[in-house]
């Protein structure tokens, strides 16, 4: 086993472009390609103001990242964070164009939101700066060019709002035909059924089917997540299911702990009406924070934020599976000492696919005047998360490698190809 202590910490951008450069070098993957694919095609930067609930203005500073699109239009959540910026951004769009790739969409890759903590903010405060950010971007999003969906701190609310905003500023006619400017809308406004348990629902099955690999079920594993939002708790709600055992989750507020299981159902109910925050839930005591990661369990799910799992924790770490709920949630070298210890990490571009499956599937049904029952929808995910569960399961056999490095092999392989055969302009 692996004992060290740190050296520096990396951000997102360097854990992605170290994951592509690798993952590069593999598959010899052509030159050409490979500067373009290192690269952004579009950086969009936008300050606007608004006017707050006391009658004063504040400006804020929005991000747009589209990375890629040789797939298909760009495709990527917003999120409302105080961690986003530049930097934040490209990686995670770079992530999400593997991530589409990976899946089979026909996608690229974007991500972007606003510097921001919306918990200071009323929800008429939100609304504004939701609306006003959507009038910003302007024709850098739509429906066939890049689709934005929910992330960190973000929801159907804030779709609803900027797919609102957005129709308001074309024509009438138009406006019919642009629903899908954006996933994950309230079902009432166009969304889909079950696409607010699409990312969750993947992060489990994700596990599930590892497990089978090994004989084994989730019947008595026990799991901890960080971050008891969206994903974490419909991860949690479905292995729970399944006869798994939550025994601690972590958030910015608190980190919980009960050897017994913590119900996944109350935890959720008591969140709701204090912003997410699972501090002062009673089924569970509260522990260190540094305790979270080497607590004995079998299964780890970071739903988090990035770069959480490092050199100073990764150590620690006794699961046999770390089950990557978030985007990039664990860097170089903390993913260096959880291979070296002969723990299995199912990559964030796989496990968390779920969310953008769902997404597409929503894309399409506003797109083609569809409707789909939640039943239908939760059999399409599983079928593709299956399928491309049992392509990266050969690469790894075959290629003998980590689950990581065979995922990214498949996705930027089929970008490599859809550049040969189209050629590259002009």
């Not at 950086?43 to 589209?66: A, L, S, W």
């Not at 939701?130 to 060019?145: K, S």
Request: charged share 25%.
């Amino acid at each position: 086993m692996i004992n060290a202590k740190p050296i520096n910490k990396q951000s997102m951008y360097e854990t992605v472009m170290n994951q592509f450069n690798k993952t590069a070098d593999i598959i010899d993957l052509n030159p050409n390609i490979r500067k373009i694919l290192g690269i952004t095609n579009n950086e969009i930067i936008v300050h606007f103001p608004v006017k707050m609930d006391n009658g004063k203005v504040e400006v804020f500073t929005g991000y747009r990242v589209q990375h890629n699109n040789a797939l298909g239009p760009y495709k990527g959540g917003l999120r409302y964070h105080d961690t986003v910026d530049i930097d934040a951004a490209k990686a995670l769009a770079m992530w999400m164009t593997w991530k589409t790739s990976l899946a089979g969409l026909p996608y690229g890759g974007a991500k972007g939101g606003i510097k921001i903590d919306p918990r200071k903010f009323s929800d008429s405060e939100l609304e504004r700066i939701t609306r006003r950010f959507t009038y910003a971007l302007g024709e850098n999003i739509g429906p066939e060019h890049d689709i934005p969906a929910p992330d960190v701190n973000t929801n159907a609310q804030t779709m609803a709002w900027i797919a609102d905003t957005y129709m308001s500023t074309i024509s009438s006619s138009e406006r019919s035909h642009n629903q899908h400017v954006v996933t994950g809308k309230p079902v009432g406004a166009g969304g889909l059924e079950g696409r607010d348990r699409a990312t969750g629902f993947g992060v489990y099955l994700s596990i599930k089917l590892l497990l089978e690999t090994r004989n084994e079920t989730l019947e008595g594993k026990t799991f901890i997540v960080q971050g008891y939002g969206n994903v974490g708790y419909w991860a949690s709600h479905f292995i729970t299911q399944e006869g798994g055992k939550l025994i601690a989750v972590q958030d910015a507020h608190a980190t919980l702990f009960n050897k017994e299981g913590i119900n996944t159902e109350s935890l959720a109910q008591h969140c709701e009406p204090r912003k997410g925050s699972i501090k002062g839930f009673e089924g569970a005591r509260e522990i260190n924070p540094d305790e979270f990661f080497g607590l004995e369990c079998d299964i780890v799910i970071p739903a988090a934020l990035g770069n959480q799992i490092t050199s100073e924790n990764a150590y620690k770490i006794k699961a046999s599976i770390v089950a990557e709920g978030a985007n990039g949630p664990t860097d170089k070298e903390g993913e260096e000492i959880l291979l070296e210890n002969g723990i299995t990490i199912i990559p964030d571009i796989f496990c968390n696919s779920g969310g953008v499956i769902g997404s597409y599937l929503e894309w399409l049904q506003n797109r083609n005047g569809e409707l789909w029952q939640l039943e239908e929808v939760t059999a399409k995910i599983e079928k593709k998360i299956t399928e491309n569960f049992k392509k990266i399961h050969s690469e790894v056999q075959s290629r003998n490698t980590d689950w990581r490095t065979a995922a990214y092999i498949l996705a930027i392989s089929r970008i490599e190809t859809a550049y040969k055969q189209r050629g590259i302009f002009p």
